[in-house]
T-cell receptor, first 116, second 111 residues
Framework: GNSVTQMEGPVTLSEEAFLTINCTYT??????LFWYVQYPGEGLQLLLK?????DKGSNKGFEATYRKETTSFHLEKGSVQVSDSAVYFC???????????????FGQGTILTVHP | EAQVTQNPRYLITVTGKKLTVTCSQN?????MSWYRQDPGLGLRQIYY???????DKGDVPEGYKVSRKEKRNFPLILESPSPNQTSLYFC??????????FGPGTRLLVL
């Protein structure tokens, strides 16, 4: 079945540092890939997504590239802010027609803390 | 405002006392899902629904029931809660099954 593996946290950075959170996946075919963010006390929000190989998703200075050859979707940001402190989840979904279409498979989440 | 709402947000109960967590969305989405979030495990799908009267099991359906009588509502029912169902629960909806929109969460403690 499908699975997602994220780098273990927590990750602690100083403001303006470079961020990478690694994500690799196992799936058949060509899943859609997502990064969701969960701010303290809130539900999950879609941060960015990519639906086919070599696509780059981007939002709020974050970006991730769908790498089929390495089955990866690493999240990056060039200069983090204190307000980026949150839990980040990598996830995948089968495309339409897939057996797991409509279901998100999540990684375990990575806690990011950014200090001033 | 487009949103997914859940009630209650916090609930403390005792083993065996039936409870229902409501979920409602105002975006006319066909897909709705329930997830539970546990430390170190990410989110796991409990049940999902592709449309009215169409539901199916997710990864961890044991001990839960759902119903989808109206498009906007998708309640989660725990007929006889147990302590291992203590968790943070999220409802989500989706227009086409991929990008999902999450509610604020319901934190449940079963004593």
């Amino acid at each position: 079945g499908n699975s997602v593996t994220q780098m273990e946290g927590p990750v602690t950075l100083s403001e303006e540092a470079f961020l990478t959170i690694n994500c690799t996946y196992t799936a058949t075919g060509y899943p859609s890939l997502f990064w969701y963010v969960q701010y303290p006390g809130e539900g999950l929000q879609l941060l960015l997504k990519a639906t086919k190989a070599d696509d780059k998703g981007s939002n709020k200075g974050f970006e991730a590239t769908y790498r089929k050859e390495t089955t990866s979707f690493h999240l990056e940001k060039g200069s983090v802010q204190v307000s980026d402190s949150a839990v980040y989840f990598c996830a995948l979904s089968d495309p339409p027609g897939g057996t797991s279409y409509g279901k998100l498979t999540f990684g375990q989440g990575t806690i990011l803390t950014v200090h001033p | 405002e487009a949103q997914v709402t859940q009630n209650p947000r916090y609930l403390i109960t005792v083993t065996g006392k039936k409870l229902t967590v409501t979920c409602s969305q105002n975006m006319n989405h066909e897909y709705m899902s329930w997830y539970r979030q546990d430390p170190g495990l990410g989110l796991r799908q409990i049940y999902y629904s592709m449309n009215v009267e169409v539901t199916d099991k997710g990864d961890v359906p044991e001990g839960y029931k759902v119903s989808r009588k109206e498009k906007r509502n998708f309640p989660l029912i725990l007929e006889s809660p147990s302590p291992n169902q203590t968790s943070l629960y999220f409802c989500a909806s989706s227009p086409g099954g991929e990008t999902q929109y999450f509610g604020p969460g319901t934190r449940l403690l079963v004593l």
